[in-house]
T-cell receptor, first 113, second 114 residues
Framework: AQSVTQLDSQVPVFEEAPVELRCNYS??????LFWYVQYPNQGLQLLLK??????LVKGINGFEAEFNKSQTSFHLRKPSVHISDTAEYFC???????????FGPGTSLSVIP | GAVVSQHPSWVICKSGTSVKIECRSL??????MFWYRQFPKQSLMLMAT?????????EQGVEKDKFLINHASLTLSTLTVTSAHPEDSSFYIC??????????FGPGTRLTVT
């Protein structure tokens, strides 16, 4: 069975500061990893995904994530956040790029002006 | 491209009534769609996998007689919440598997049962 842990439920950060949102997963098989963002009362938007290849993945809106197989982690980073980055962020794992995914509990990012 | 829509975006119904939520893939065909449920301030939980032309596969703990899923065409899946109760109030999100083997999410439907 697969599972996802997001260690921080809430992350406050000042505008223009860097941020890292942590994600760890467990799985007995190779998996695909995703980060999604959800703005209030909206659906999900894919930020980035790791399927294979380079462990550093770049996504939209200046976000990037690094896959670390030995630590079973897929942390999301952004060097300088904006007010508009305030949202809920979900890490997810799936067996393929198109199959059902298991979501982590989410991290609420609040950017403080 | 690869847009998934949901209708309605917000619905209020009285306890005991049924409500239908539609999920459409607008510019691609989707043989498989997924239905998720999200409670306030919580993560998304997979409810069921919907395959065109066959019965849906429900996750453990999801009442299939309460949450009826129909995937009658390659662009439409519906979720009907039967005999809705206040505890069914939630945000329901669908996703669809596209031809490029990607998964695309709809904008969600907020259901409030009074």
């Amino acid at each position: 069975a697969q599972s996802v842990t997001q260690l921080d439920s809430q992350v406050p950060v000042f505008e223009e500061a860097p941020v890292e949102l942590r994600c760890n997963y467990s799985s007995s098989v190779s998996v695909y990893l995703f980060w999604y963002v959800q703005y209030p009362n909206q659906g999900l938007q894919l930020l980035l995904k790791y399927l294979s290849g380079s462990t550093l993945v770049k996504g939209i809106n200046g976000f990037e994530a690094e896959f670390n197989k030995s630590q079973t982690s897929f942390h999301l980073r952004k060097p300088s956040v904006h007010i508009s980055d305030t949202a809920e962020y979900f890490c997810a794992v799936g067996k393929t790029s198109y199959d059902k995914v298991i979501f982590g509990p989410g991290t609420s990012l609040s950017v403080i002006p | 491209g690869a847009v998934v829509s949901q209708h309605p975006s917000w619905v209020i119904c009285k306890s005991g009534t049924s409500v239908k939520i539609e999920c459409r893939s607008l510019d691609f065909q989707a043989t498989t769609m997924f239905w998720y449920r999200q409670f306030p301030k919580q993560s998304l939980m997979l409810m069921a996998t919907s395959n065109e032309g066959s019965k849906a596969t429900y996750e453990q703990g999801v009442e299939k007689d309460k949450f009826l899923i129909n995937h009658a065409s390659l662009t439409l899946s519906t979720l009907t919440v039967t005999s809705a109760h206040p505890e069914d109030s939630s945000f329901y999100i669908c996703s669809a598997r596209g031809s490029l083997y990607e998964q695309y999410f709809g904008p969600g439907t907020r259901l409030t049962v009074t």
